[in-house]
């Protein structure tokens, strides 16, 4: 299977996590931010996070570079476009971003800014490089309740201009959906789509909380559905579209190597799973390289990959228009 020239969609994809590091430091020194390092080599390695990460919490250390040069349009601008090249580049026809407006409001933008901003970079992706795109708007699940609420009523103006769905994410602690019921709630009646991150360091329950609490209709990781009997019925039963992330959750301690990693064996047993990068820079990867992986671990047949490609676009966000159009890609 020549993995190069396969169509590709990306449902998993966070902003702040794969951004150039070239473009880090070349922001920086147009606009007089100070960094300790301007070489890319260092800039990289405070940038991707190791292989053997200790856990979640040290592979989240690696967005606080990106963090510092995400607060203006005219940089949101830039990043998302270039995110949306590369994509293009390993031939992914349709990505949705994901990013944390609040977190690119540290030098005054208001989330609306925010907002359009990556919208305008998403749509001159669109038009220069041949893919489509959605965005997520990401809560944080470690900051208050009412912070969540924000990020649904400001974001409420986008839908149908580029914003399509809502999810949490950050650390994830035992039980945390409970807290964040009426935010989601409220975010599907003005019509956003909902993904939750859950199950992705060791507790499957959380799954099962976020389809039924929250009415998931994805959920990122979802790894440790693997260990919780009930949550991998729900999911199996509901046709609920799992996002994986082979090598985060490698780097992260989800999974100890490649070969133990479920993904093969929820295909197999009809789990609709979907490949994604999760963050191509902190994750040094790429689309090709995580379905290379995949590939190359557990020998998918090519017939295995359309399913997995199907998959992505069933579950996708997109209009049913655009679904149809991304269907054909795949012979
Ligand atoms: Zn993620």
Redesign the pocket.
């Known amino acids: 299977m020549n993995v190069n020239s396969l169509p590709k969609i990306e449902l998993?994809c966070?902003l702040d996590g794969s951004i150039r590091p070239l473009s880090v430091i070349e922001i920086a020194k147009k606009d007089g931010i100070e960094l300790s390092t301007y070489d890319l080599d260092k800039i990289k390695e405070k940038m991707i996070a190791p292989i053997n990460c200790k856990d979640l919490s040290e592979y989240l250390t690696r967005f606080s570079l990106p963090g510092l040069v995400m607060q203006s349009k005219e940089n949101l601008i830039r990043v998302t476009s270039e995110l949306m090249e590369d994509a293009a580049k390993e031939n992914v026809k349709y990505i949705e971003i994901?990013f944390a407006p609040q977190l690119h409001t540290q030098k005054g933008l208001t989330i609306e800014e925010v907002i359009s901003s990556v919208i305008t970079g998403m749509k001159i992706g669109e038009k220069k490089f041949q893919i489509y795109g959605n965005i997520i708007l990401c809560c944080m699940r470690n900051f208050d309740v009412e912070k969540a609420f924000e990020v649904v009523e400001k974001g409420k103006e986008f839908l149908g201009r580029g914003v399509v769905g809502i999810d949490l994410?950050a650390n994830e602690n035992r039980g945390f959906c409970e807290a964040f019921q009426e935010p989601i709630k409220l975010a599907k009646e003005y019509g956003y789509r909902i993904t939750i991150?859950a199950g992705e360091t060791g507790i499957g329950e959380n799954v099962r909380d976020a389809v039924k609490l929250l009415g998931a209709e994805r959920i990122?990781?979802g790894v440790f559905i693997k260990d919780c009997p009930e949550a991998y019925d729900i999911v199996k039963k509901q046709g609920i579209t799992l996002e994986m992330?082979p090598t985060?959750n490698i780097q992260t301690k989800a999974v100890k190597k490649f070969s133990e990693h479920p993904v093969y064996g929820f295909l197999k047993d009809g789990i609709k799973v979907t490949l994604n990068t999760?963050?191509r820079t902190v994750s040094n990867t790429n689309l090709e390289k995580e379905i290379s992986l995949v590939s190359k671990e557990f020998h998918i047949t090519y017939e295995e990959y359309r399913t997995i490609y199907y998959n992505s676009v069933k579950a996708s966000f997109a209009s049913e228009t655009l679904k149809k159009n991304l269907m054909k890609f795949m012979k």
Do not use: A, P
Request: glycine letters at 10%.
């Open positions: 998993h966070h994901r994410c991150h990122g990781h992330c985060s999760d963050n």
